[in-house]
């Protein structure tokens, strides 16, 4: 995404990182993360943001997708689980 930080790369200077890490960087081989010049300065939030609204129908189609076949495993089970205890009550000849 090229970005830094949740609102800004400024967000790092308050961890216990103390600094900038090397994945804000634009170059990861050579970086000095104390240049803004070599490093993201834009936040993810606003990115991440933007890319879901952009591609809200990607997103729910593989949510959906996700979901689809856990919820045909519960069905089947739900149907199995009743024909189980159907089978249990019917009488013997």
Do not use: R
């Amino acid at each position: 995404l090229h970005c830094c930080g949740s609102h800004d790369y400024m967000d790092w200077k308050d961890t216990k990182l103390g600094h900038v890490p090397i994945s804000c960087c634009m170059n990861t081989t050579s970086c000095d993360t104390d240049d803004v010049k070599q490093i993201y300065t834009e936040g993810c939030y606003d990115k991440v943001v933007n890319f879901l609204d952009a591609n809200i129908g990607l997103v729910g189609g593989a949510a959906l997708g996700v979901a689809f076949f856990p919820l045909v495993g519960v069905i089947l089970s739900c149907c199995l689980a009743k024909n189980i205890n159907k089978a249990k009550y019917e009488q013997m000849a």
